[in-house]
């Protein structure tokens, strides 16, 4: 594996985030932000709309939403679907093809009121844990809209889906009378503070079958402008997979870090080159990962059974580190795996 190395950010993206979010907690306790807009007088005047994304089921719109550094990365107001017609559930998108966002944009946020006016903007970056904004994002489409209050559905097409073939999503609602609190470079901090912001990190892995192995990428970022170390996490929600196989395959250069810095973690083994299986499915983590701020290193997941599975299992890998300062751990994202029975 080939660490890639970005286009350095610009200094003026490098948030002190110890303030910042002092800033977003006395808008949280304050209630609301308004913004100006003209009236037909010419005066301005106070018209604060609040349209939101869920990034968790329970999320009212608040910022941040109740469950600060929880699993923010699987929001369920967004799925991609193959066709024009919204699906059931969340797939997979097809490389080459045409696949559609659909989100859902909920008018009933608890901060303004109203008809919102703004753009829908839709991103991707490899499927993975951490990514910063917007070095790691790239866009996939926009649509201006109007939103009444309620819940509105609408989908973004995404034309011709590149050949990286997992990714994660970004869906953003800009709105000049429904402004960001506040932006960084950390996705995950943007996304917990804004209600406008949501990410949608899920793949399915058909790898149930009782034979072959099912290999996905998995990018790591550092949001700090300074080296910082990360922990990778596996957490079944709920049963693990019977018979499973997990392997990460870190890459020569990630892997001698690791190596370095003692190779500590638990409910693990070293079974390759460069490669560490997971032992334990409960407690499961390689642990101090050293990742600079100029690096979006992507190692491979493989995932395999020793068994037929009759349903589907869901494990999520996480990303473990600092958001705002050296020796913090918070999750910084991650990806939900949902493992099921391979089709026949």
Known sequence: MRIARTHPRPRTARLLFGAVLTAVMAFSVGGTAAAAVESDSGKSVNARTD?????????TGLEPHGAIYSSFFNSPDIKICPTAVECASSTNPVVGSTSYIFVNLRNNGPYGSGIGNGTLKAYYTTSGG???WPAHWTPIGSKPLVVAPGVTTTSIAWN???????FCLLLRWESPTDPMLFEGTSTSINTQY???IAWKNANTVPAGGGGGVIVRPYALANALAVPARYDLAF?????PVPGAQIV???GPELFQ???AA?????GIRVVGENSIQIVDPYKAQIKDLLINPDERPVLSLSFATSQVLQKSYLLQVVQVGPVKELGEKYDVGGVDYTIEPAKR
């Open 51 to 59: 349209v939101y994304i869920q990034d968790i089921a329970s999320d």
């Open 130 to 132: 951490g990514a910063n």
């Open 160 to 166: 011709n889906v590149p050949s990286i073939g997992h």
């Open 194 to 196: 804004n209600n406008n």
């Open 235 to 239: 957490r079944p929600v709920g049963e």
């Open 248 to 250: 990460a395959d870190l």
């Open 257 to 259: 870090r690791w190596r």
């Open 262 to 266: 003692g190779a500590p973690g638990e």
